[in-house]
């Protein structure tokens, strides 16, 4: 084949550094068109993004290269930066070490995308580890409870 074509989405979620809730309405109502801008600057597409003050959901659109650890390392190096010379009072702000990528069918996108942008009614009844334990479940991921604080 001449060419390569992919249809490659990934459903990410990661969090603030112990869970802090620092991601404030004021720091979200930027964050997400910030960190939608990196995503385009690394030849993705940032199909939905959502979350509370103590994590974000992305949906990414990504191409066969780089690998998905170089668009998570970016996307947490350059948003904590930016966060760090855009909000005072945030410059101790930073993200959790890990992250949790999930594949996501084409077919299922749009499922996906409604989860991603209504995370503040989701989390009315569910928190954080619930909700990382369950989608781990779902997509069959082995995990060692002690890394999940």
């Known amino acids: 084949m001449p060419s390569t074509w992919s ?7 990661f969090s603030t550094k112990h869970r802090v809730p620092s991601i404030t309405p004021e720091i979200q109502s930027r964050l997400y068109p910030f960190i939608g801008g990196i995503v385009r600057d690394l030849g993705g597409s940032l199909w939905a993004v959502g979350g509370i003050p103590d994590h974000v959901h992305l949906l990414i659109r990504w191409k066969t290269d780089p690998s998905i650890g170089d668009l998570m390392r970016d996307v ?11 909000f005072a009072s945030a410059r101790s702000f930073e993200w959790q070490k890990g992250y949790g990528v999930f594949s996501v069918s084409k077919s299922s996108s749009d499922q996906v995308k409604h989860y991603i942008e209504h995370q503040e009614e989701h989390h009315k009844t569910m928190d954080f580890r619930t909700e990382l334990v369950r989608l781990l479940e ?7 409870p002690r890394y999940l604080d």
């Open 7 to 13: 249809q490659v989405l990934f459903h990410f979620v």
């Open 76 to 86: 947490k190096h350059r948003s904590s930066q930016w966060i760090h010379e855009e």
């Open 138 to 144: 779902l997509h069959g991921v082995e995990y060692d």
